[in-house]
């Protein structure tokens, strides 16, 4: 508990333990076990036609627009938490990879779970820092979000072999005018205040046949990470021979900068419908989000506290602006529906870091070597030390897509129905990398003297990436019985990628102010296939069996230093350790068989409903992460995996008004067939997938007078312990994460109180690679966010 803030924090929570108090002698009160109510059956649009979570035989959560906004969720990260079989890797906001049932992305440059806004696919290959980082879209005045698990290879192609997860706005409206407004004002532990404003006005017009609708989003999050700036000279040198950081904890301080991982989002969703027939409708729509922070939501492991340390003040801020425009067009003709989304999307993302710890640790070897003194200290003098200013790293990440998919969809009620598709997209990334040393005479920063190795360009790497795909889709469905039904589905695809990457410094494969340039093309065609069987054993229960396959493209590695300046020679002799004289130009595509089984049940009188299911995946070539010792990785097909597992979700109306949701989620992934360059030997497990996740719920709501509610929620998300890689594999422990909800809801209005990271726990979220090289002395471990309390504040008029 960070006791630097607290007073507020604790009556607030002497309040919710109070209305908890007061909602369990409602319940006493008010409990009927004879009760009628029924849980919601929510629609979704998982195989891409409409039905419910109930009725589509896949493993699937579904979460409604009303509950994100009772339950308070601004992120898809908090989200997430509650999800079975998701995992993640996040350094903050728009810097969150998505994994599911043991699909980890750590290498390759592919997400291996497909993000979708309504028919937009947002995640593509990069190789970039935050290359498989998805946005992180503001979730107000959503439709729903449904996440499927499981391979979703037929359906939505490549970067979807572990699921696939869809966020639907609301649409416009033509039948009526409808505003809604939130405010939320809270307080961080060891931050300060926060405040988000959200607004959605939907206007009909043209008689009922059109409407727009808009919606805007600010907010602002206070940081609760410290940036501390030690004294000139002062910052202590590695010990136990380069391996182990200084304690810089009890170095003297020249600057605290206070809660730098503050950030501000601004975001504007606008789209419009026309339906001048009742079988045609058009929408057009765009987004546009941008997220900016003064630093990213990572501590330095070696103290582990709310801190990072520098030798030098090098401010680290990050942005992300993401635009996208879309066209949706709708046909129903008799027999079938036609459907066109065509999208064009641009994202910038630019971060800044500060590389000196991480170059001065990685060239303390060889300025050893050449007499300077062990250990090295941070000297201002040359050529022992870094120098009397700090190397920069920055990192610029532009990437664009544009995308078309159309297909046509059998519609009404008879026992065969069918869905053909045709799916394209052109991808393109340009990743910028620099790690710039000031110096006069430098020709990349004028009139300050060239530090180490004759000049000031310590490491440049372009990195334009193109890859293009197409594939045709269609699924196959047939009603054998009335409770028998078997469904056939399959994806022809094919794509061309290239890289080129272009590198400079005396950190790079030239060791110099030269120039090198390598390039390598990838390329494959095949075919993913399903097969499901469900059976409705009567109409509150069915079960099914799926067999299904995913894959992912592959792709191209950054040169690997082995010459004799630099980091060659350190790079060179880790690569002979794993059995390499230089490394892979490319890396193969991946793929996995899933094969499931589940059943979806409705019980008393669907007042409970149980959905479960278990599987196992058989994950060939698998694209791997390689860190080597000195600090450079590359991406390999290393082992084959096998994993199994399954998922259970449980929701429940115990009495009148109050519901248990709680879901637990199992994951054994683990390698069958190791690599002696990866380190990996049969039973290793599978690197970001923790063996359990688990969410419980209490969520209570009784009427107070004819115009009021008490409206609360309790809940608690865990995950367990698991490891990652940065310069060698980490261990992260498990965490779990508790919030509380309670407060008033009108006709018109709501006003509720909340904290979240009620036992404001400092739970680690993921390891985080440097822009330069990773180092073995210290890691940046994403954390989440201290306890937060506040008051949210909602009106809406209209439908």
Not at 542 to 555: L, N
């Amino acid at each position: 508990m960070n006791p630097r803030r607290s007073t507020g924090p604790v009556l607030f929570l002497y309040f919710l333990t109070l209305s908890t108090a007061s909602v369990a002698v409602a319940v006493a009160q008010q409990a009927n076990p004879d009760s009628s109510t029924q849980l919601e059956d929510i629609v979704v649009t998982a195989t891409k036609r409409t039905s419910t979570v109930q009725d589509t035989p896949i493993s699937l959560t579904a979460v409604t627009g009303a509950e994100i906004q009772e339950r308070g969720l601004a992120d898809f990260t908090a989200l997430a938490q509650s999800v079975p079989g998701i995992s993640m890797r996040s350094s903050g906001p728009g810097q969150t990879e998505f994994e599911m049932r043991g699909m980890t992305s750590a290498g390759g440059n592919s997400s291996t779970v497909g993000f979708y806004l309504d028919d937009t696919p947002l995640t593509a290959p990069s190789a970039a820092q935050n290359g498989k980082v998805v946005i992180d879209p503001n979730l107000y005045d959503l439709s729903r979000v449904e996440v499927l698990r499981g391979p979703q290879g037929t359906l939505y192609g490549s970067g979807s072999m572990g699921g696939t997860i869809k966020v639907v706005p609301n649409a416009p409206n033509p039948e009526a005018f409808d505003v809604s407004a939130e405010t939320i004002f809270s307080d961080t532990d060891g931050g300060g205040f926060n405040h988000g404003e959200n607004g959605m006005v939907n206007l009909p017009f043209a008689g009922g046949t059109a409407a727009l609708r808009i919606v805007a989003s600010g907010s602002h999050d206070s940081g609760w990470i410290d940036r501390i700036v030690i004294s000139p000279g002062a910052f202590p040198a590695q010990t136990n021979g380069n391996a182990t950081r200084g304690d810089v904890a009890a170095a003297p301080v020249a600057a605290d900068y206070k809660g730098v991982n503050n950030d501000d989002l601004t975001s504007v969703r606008v789209s419009l419908l026309w339906k001048p027939t009742d079988r045609l409708s058009i929408t057009p729509s765009f987004f546009y989000q941008r997220i900016q922070q003064d630093g990213l939501s990572d501590i330095d492991s070696n103290p582990g506290t709310y801190t990072n340390y520098q030798p030098f003040n090098v401010p680290e801020p990050f942005s992300d602006r993401f635009d996208l425009a879309s066209f949706n067009f709708q046909y129903r003709f008799d027999a079938f529906d036609l459907t066109s989304t065509t999208s064009h999307w641009t994202r910038d993302e630019d971060l800044r870091q500060d590389g000196t710890e991480e170059v001065q640790w990685a060239l303390s070897p060889a300025l050893v070597g050449a007499g300077c003194p062990n250990p090295l200290p941070y000297l201002t003098t040359q050529p022992c030390g870094i120098g009397p200013n700090s190397p920069t790293s920055l990192e610029d990440d532009k990437s664009k897509q544009t995308s078309e998919e159309v297909r046509l969809t059998s519609t009404g009620d008879s026992a065969f129905k069918w869905l053909a598709g045709y799916f394209y997209s052109q991808f393109e990334s340009d990743w910028d990398l620099y790690v710039l040393f000031p110096g006069a005479a430098n020709t990349v920063v004028p009139g300050t003297n060239i530090p180490l190795f004759g000049t000031g360009n310590g490491f440049t790497q372009v990195q334009p990436t193109k890859i293009t795909q197409n594939a045709l889709f269609g699924e196959l469905s047939y009603e054998i019985t009335s409770q028998l039904k078997a469904t056939a589905g399959l994806r022809g695809y094919k794509y061309n990628s290239t890289v080129a990457t272009t590198v400079s410094g005396f950190l790079s494969s030239t060791g110099s102010a030269a120039s090198a340039t390598s390039a390598t093309g990838e390329k494959d065609k095949g075919v993913n296939p399903k097969f499901d069987l469900s059976y409705e054993i009567d109409k509150d229960l069915m079960v099914y069996a799926t067999i299904a396959k995913g894959f992912r493209p592959g792709g191209g590695n950054q040169p690997i230093p082995v010459g004799t300046q630099g980091l060659g020679p350190a790079c060179l002799a880790a690569l002979e350790a794993v059995g390499r004289t230089s490394a892979p130009a490319s890396f193969a595509p991946d793929d996995v068989w899933s094969y499931e089984v589940g059943e979806k049940a409705k019980v008393l009188n669907s007042r409970v409903t149980i959905n479960s299911a278990a599987y196992f995946e058989k994950w060939n070539g698998v694209q791997q992460n390689i860190p080597l010792s000195c600090g450079f990785p590359f991406t390999d097909n290393s082992g084959d995996a096998h994993i199994y597992g399954g998922e259970i979700e449980l929701n429940a109306i115990l009495v009148s008004g109050l519901v248990l949701s709680a879901n637990a989620g199992y994951t054994h992934a683990t390698f069958v067939i190791g690599s002696v360059e990866a380190g990996i030997t049969p039973g290793t497990p599978v690197q970001d997938v923790p063996d359990w996740t688990s969410s419980v719920a209490l969520n209570y709501r009784a009427g107070i007078t004819d115009g009021l509610t008490f409206v609360s929620r309790a809940e608690n998300n865990y995950v367990a312990g698991h490891t990652d890689a940065t310069f060698a594999i980490n261990h992260l422990p498990s965490y779990d994460l508790t919030n509380l909800r309670a407060g008033v809801e009108g006709e018109h209005w709501s006003t509720v109180l909340f904290a979240k990271n009620v036992f404001n726990k400092m739970a680690l979220l993921s390891n985080a690679s440097a822009i330069n090289v990773n180092a073995e002395t210290f890691n940046r471990v994403a954390v989440s966010q201290p306890l937060t309390w506040g008051i949210d504040l909602n009106y809406r008029f209209g439908k």
